[in-house]
Nanobody, 116 residues
């Protein structure tokens, strides 16, 4: 059974930091491309960051470059998103996604709220 379980969301003040984690099971994690998406109320889901399974190359949305860092730990089957200098516009539900071959798997999401 495939599972992706996000954790680490919460309420944080502007300028603060959060670290999201996504624990995966049920598929070949090390061969999967991984990414984080987010969806704010009334908006479409958007790609935040991605990391390849070969070489660990990363890409970021322009809005988070220099503030967010995606990383993966193949030994622990986890993908993380370190979020620094958070802004109110980062408020959203954050989802992790894994692509293994032609199949895609999504987590259930974790809420991040940036507010004073």
């Amino acid at each position: 059974q495939v599972q992706l379980v996000e954790s680490g969301g919460g309420l944080v003040r502007p300028g603060g930091s959060l670290r999201l984690s996504c624990a995966a099971s049920g598929f070949t994690f090390s061969s999967s491309a991984l990414s984080w998406y987010r969806q704010a109320p009334g908006k479409e889901r958007e790609l935040v960051a991605a990391i390849t399974h070969v070489g660990g190359f990363t890409t970021y949305a322009d809005s988070v470059k220099g503030r967010f860092t995606i990383s993966r730990d193949n030994a622990k089957n986890t993908v993380n998103l370190q979020m620094n200098s958070l802004k109110p516009e980062d408020t959203a539900v954050y989802y992790c996604k894994a692509r293994a071959g032609l199949r895609e798997y999504w987590g259930q999401g974790t809420q991040v709220t940036v507010s004073s």
